[in-house]
């Protein structure tokens, strides 16, 4: 029994063995166009949070490795504990090329000069010389104007002279910077790919950035950036003020941005179905007539909400995570209205209020039928046999069993059956409701809401990680 996903694997010797997400065919594109770029170039993995950025670049990484090719991977939010991301930049570059650069000794004695370079530059501090290159974006003449009088203030400390000496500085590490590359990589670009910059604190994300453009110039170099450009412009906002235009910012930066394919998110479910289990758990379960769909009901209706909900592949997961745990202390036989309690635990997630009114004895089904109905546009409601099942349970959860002529909802779809005016979809629609409604487990067995809500309530005790973004 599993009752979490692990984390994919990325074999060596075959990195797509386990991609549930049929990623091969963007990496190939993609490595084939880094191949062929005019470096130095800085490629921006534009994607919002939790549609898989991280397991992207690390696909490709492992394809670049296959493939002979030189790669490095940097994640910012690691080590934006660092009051330098230079030096941590270059620490973690440090680790990553020892096995890249291996016995080459003009190599290492290449990379040994750009690291002492590297190390004269951030204990003298660069604020100055790398903000001037964003010219346009922000104020380069104030900044220029206020080290001139920093400069002629303290000429007694020498303030002109550091700041000659550090641009000094920089030019050598360009040098050794193009030289340790030209050494090393054997005529292929080194591709390093920085993930999770729009996590980072953000004086650190835009140092960084600025650092990257600014001191890693260089042919031979292509930077692959995985980060959720609108999270980052909060970041420069942050930074420089409102009133800066952040595109205009990034664009100072990046050379090509990449939108990540929206992936086919039922072939994803089914996937996760599989990875979790989920079938060892309903198999038995089929044998009972009354419950042998309830596989097919989970996934559908799961598969319905996530889509119109335009759910992130993160959130995916960890929906599907509570489900999970949710239905396995289920005995064999026991009712678990899967539809019903998916839509619960959805809406007591994004419309929490509404949920909590509706579990409650003074609420009715009116609003949370309202908020399915906006989650499946009326051009599909008719012809969705999910969206049907599960406002029929949503009523009959709230109605007993003398009582359900009190809904207001069942009883206009008892007018529409008997409607000679409204079409065929719109009747079986209605039809599939008010069977639902009177049977909602079969002859003589209800709905439980009181036991759906504590399967729902036993979840808020669990945590779920959300580290990869």
């Given at each position: 029994m599993k009752l979490k996903l692990n984390p994919i694997q990325i074999e060596p010797s075959d990195p797509f063995k386990y991609d549930l997400?049929?990623?091969?065919?963007?990496?190939?594109?993609?490595?084939?166009?880094?191949?062929?770029?005019?470096?130095?170039?800085?490629?921006?993995?534009?994607?919002?949070?939790?549609?898989?950025?991280?397991?992207?670049?690390r696909l490709w990484e492992q394809h670049l490795k296959e493939d002979i090719s030189p790669s490095l991977y940097f994640n910012a939010w690691e080590t934006d504990f660092s009051d330098d991301p230079l030096v941590s930049f270059l620490g973690e570059m440090n680790e990553g090329l020892k096995t890249l650069i291996g016995a080459n000794e003009k190599a290492n004695e290449a990379w040994e000069k750009t690291k002492a370079a590297g190390k004269q530059i951030a204990k003298r501090g660069i604020p100055a010389l790398v903000r001037i290159g964003t010219a346009g974006i922000i104020d380069a003449d104030k900044i220029i104007e206020d080290e001139i009088t920093k400069a002629a203030g303290s000429l007694a400390g020498d303030a002109l002279d550091?700041?000659?000496?550090?641009?000094?500085?920089?030019?050598?590490?360009?040098?050794?910077?193009?030289?340790?590359?030209?050494?090393?990589?054997?005529?292929?670009?080194?591709?390093?790919?920085?993930?999770?910059?729009?996590?980072?604190?953000?004086?650190?994300?835009?140092?960084?950035?600025?650092?990257?453009?600014?001191?890693?110039?260089?042919?031979?170099l292509v930077f692959v950036l995985a980060l959720d450009k609108e999270q980052l412009g909060h970041s420069i906002e942050a930074v420089y003020g409102n009133g800066i235009d952040s595109v205009g910012y990034l664009r100072r930066f990046i050379d090509f941005e990449y939108q990540l394919k929206e992936p086919d998110k039922a072939s994803y479910i089914d996937s996760l179905f599989s990875a979790l289990q989920l079938y060892k758990f309903f198999q038995p379960r089929k044998q009972y007539g009354e419950l042998r769909y309830d596989e097919d009901h989970l996934k559908n209706v799961f598969t319905m909400l996530a889509t119109n909900l335009r759910l992130s592949l993160r959130e995916i997961e960890q929906l599907l995570a509570s489900i999970n745990i949710a239905i396995r202390t289920a005995k064999e036989n026991e009712y678990i209205f899967p539809a019903l309690l998916v839509f619960l635990?959805?809406?007591?997630?994004?419309?929490?209020?509404?949920?909590?009114?509706?579990?409650?004895?003074?609420?009715?089904?009116?609003?949370?039928?309202?908020?399915?109905?906006?989650?499946?546009?009326?051009?599909?409601?008719?012809?969705?046999?999910e969206c049907a099942l599960v406002?029929?349970?949503?009523?009959?959860?709230?109605?007993?069993?003398?009582?359900k002529a009190e809904s207001p909802i069942l009883l206009r779809h008892e007018e529409i059956l008997q409607s000679e005016e409204l079409n065929y979809k719109e009747k079986q629609y209605s039809e599939v409701v008010v069977n639902v409604v009177n049977r909602p487990a079969g002859l003589g067995h209800g709905v439980n809401l009181n036991r759906i809500k504590d399967r729902i309530d036993w979840l808020g005790r669990f945590e779920f990680s959300d580290s990869e973004g």
């Open positions: 997400l049929g990623r091969k065919e963007e990496i190939l594109n993609l490595s084939l166009l880094v191949s062929n770029v005019n470096s130095p170039a800085v490629i921006a993995i534009d994607s919002r949070w939790g549609t898989g950025k991280t397991t992207f670049i550091n700041y000659l000496q550090q641009k000094k500085a920089i030019y050598e590490f360009h040098v050794a910077l193009a030289s340790f590359v030209e050494k090393s990589a054997d005529g292929k670009p080194l591709v390093i790919f920085v993930d999770e910059l729009d996590r980072c604190r953000p004086n650190y994300a835009i140092e960084l950035l600025e650092r990257i453009k600014h001191l890693f110039n260089t042919e031979g635990l959805i809406s007591k997630h994004f419309k929490s209020d509404a949920y909590q009114r509706y579990v409650s004895g003074d609420g009715t089904e009116s609003e949370l039928i309202d908020y399915l109905h906006e989650i499946v546009p009326e051009r599909n409601r008719d012809e969705s046999f406002e029929g349970y949503l009523i009959a959860a709230k109605s007993g069993r003398f009582q």
